[in-house]
């Protein structure tokens, strides 16, 4: 198991490399699992091998993945170099193009939210009878202050960080990887 890296990305130029939905489903695929070969990551993601092959080139490009060694040297497998990121950039940036790239980022990996959202309901008979009484969405309509948000974020964060798939040493027998994304934002209108 890997140590936990979680990095902050506020280049412009890496943050546009991230804003595609096939290279955040790709990042994160490798982040929870053992090194993969673009085939691998084909199949994983409902993708095809050679577009693959070039969004990890793209990702390694920047840092965000690199190639694995292997005995054979028939097989190219590739492993993400991180386990986790952060790519929220403060409003009011003076860097504009960095601004503007975290807000596609966010917007991309929105989609991706709702795309595995999609991918489960569709196939949710496949996941088979121990993955049937799950509830894989929760929403709530809080009145808190921004630092009670924080707060929050955090606590909830520090209940997560144990089962990420990329650091936890104790996963029991038969667990599986599961996508958990968080989303809070305030909503003004509603006052």
């Not at 991706?112 to 993955?131: K, T, Y």
Request: glycine share 6%; aromatic share 4%; net charge neutral.
């Amino acid at each position: 198991m890997r140590q936990e890296q979680r990095v902050a990305v506020t280049d412009p130029t890496t943050l546009e490399a991230l804003a595609h939905p096939v290279r955040l489903d790709l990042l994160s695929y490798l982040m929870s699992s053992a090194p993969r070969t673009a085939s691998e990551c084909a199949r994983a993601i409902g993708d095809n091998p050679s577009n693959c092959s070039y969004h990890l080139r793209v990702l390694a490009k920047h840092g965000l993945v690199r190639r694995v060694e292997t005995d054979s040297g028939r097989e190219r497998p590739w492993e993400a170099t991180i386990t986790g990121l952060v790519s929220d950039v403060a409003p009011g940036t003076s860097d504009h193009a960095q601004s503007a790239a975290a807000e596609v980022v966010l917007d991309a990996s929105l989609q991706l939210d709702r795309q595995v959202a999609r991918e489960f309901l569709r196939s949710r008979d496949q996941a088979g009878p121990r993955w049937q009484g799950v509830q894989p969405r929760s929403s709530y309509g809080l009145r808190v202050t921004p630092e009670e948000m924080r707060s929050l974020l955090e606590q909830i964060d520090a209940l997560v960080r144990p089962f990420i798939a990329a650091t936890r040493q104790d996963a029991p027998a038969g667990s599986g990887v599961a996508h958990v994304s968080v989303l809070a934002v305030p909503r003004p209108s509603f006052e």
